[in-house]
């Protein structure tokens, strides 16, 4: 299946939870926000989040601003 | 006998600050100016943007929050680059949730490119729709005392007009305007952009503001940790000839050395 994840498309495995995908990604650990199809996914359902084709994804960080 | 008037906190929905300089994190050179700079402007409330994460990038990198930790600044996430209310709220719930509930958020709608000016009406919907959500709402605003009092009606814990536009480090271009907005407020008025050196710092404290963020005054300086140093005293210098109130100002001189025994009377 397909998911857009910040933007450009990517191909992920059927029933891929948001912690697999957030493993995949080699972001274990690091201190980031997640939303699915513009809602916020909290960290604690990251592993029960399965995701589903064509699944909008965004997954933020802080940066530097002012 | 001490003549000093005690001050109060700078106190924000509840929350107490020692500081009135409330400083950003972005511009600098990397992560250790950044932290170098903030400790100099003795900041408490430290604000950073959220963006999306770069894929794939070294596991190893380091962090902005490594630089700022939550357990020693009150972060205040900002909604810097959004153009409408919407993506204002999504950022702010972003920022909730990659802290942990944390609440206090700095909320800017920005209306084109080039000023960086805020759209009004798109801050007021996003005001109104985070106040609700239960948001500790600080908001960057123009210097209309109107839309002022209009984002304090829907419940904003701050108001937070510019100086002058975001990045230009013009100074305070609108003085007038700021008087009536302070003499409105019924919660603390905080100068947001446009500061550019120290006397712009002093001056929006000796009007009165309640405190001042600033980034590029301190980030694009020459030499950032020692304007953030000069920074930190303009505030509190400020805020000091705020307290101990200015002497009038006179149309005519008056010698502060007495006529009486001079050697020619």
Known sequence: MQIQLNGEPRQCDDGQTLSQLVEALGLTGRRIAIEVNEEIVPRSLHAQMRLADGDRVEIVHAIGGG | ?265
């Open chain 2, 1 to 265: 006998m001490s003549q000093l008037i005690q001050d109060t906190p700078l106190t924000v929905a509840g929350r107490r600050f020692a500081s009135r300089l409330l400083v950003g994190t972005g511009k600098y050179r990397d992560f250790d100016e950044t932290a170098a700079a903030i400790e100099a402007s003795g900041a408490d409330v430290v604000t950073f943007a959220v963006r999306r994460t770069n894929l794939g990038q070294n596991p190893d990198e380091a962090n902005l929050l490594d630089a700022i930790p939550p357990s020693r600044y009150t972060l205040l996430p900002n909604t810097a680059g959004c153009y409408t209310a919407k993506d204002a709220v999504r950022t702010c719930r972003l920022a909730r949730e990659l802290l942990d509930g944390h609440n206090l958020v700095k909320l800017e709608v920005l209306g084109d490119d080039k000023t960086l000016y805020p759209n009004v009406v798109e801050t007021l919907a996003a005001a109104e729709t985070l106040v609700n959500d239960g948001f500790d709402v600080m908001v960057y605003t123009s210097d209309d005392p109107i839309v002022a009092k209009e984002l304090e009606k829907r419940g904003c814990c701050a108001v937070m007009p510019l100086g002058s536009l975001i990045g230009s480090g013009n100074g305070l271009l609108n003085p007038a305007t700021l008087t009536i907005i302070l003499e409105n407020a019924e919660v603390p008025v905080l100068v947001d952009a446009g500061i550019g050196t120290a006397s712009d710092a002093a001056l929006a404290m000796e009007m009165g503001c309640d405190g001042v963020l600033m980034n590029s005054a301190i980030a694009h300086a020459r030499h950032p940790v020692m304007m953030a140093n000069a920074m930190r005293k303009a505030i509190e210098a400020g805020r000091e000839a705020f307290l101990a109130e200015r002497m009038p100002r006179r149309q005519s001189a008056s010698p502060s050395s007495p006529f009486a025994g001079r050697i020619n009377a």
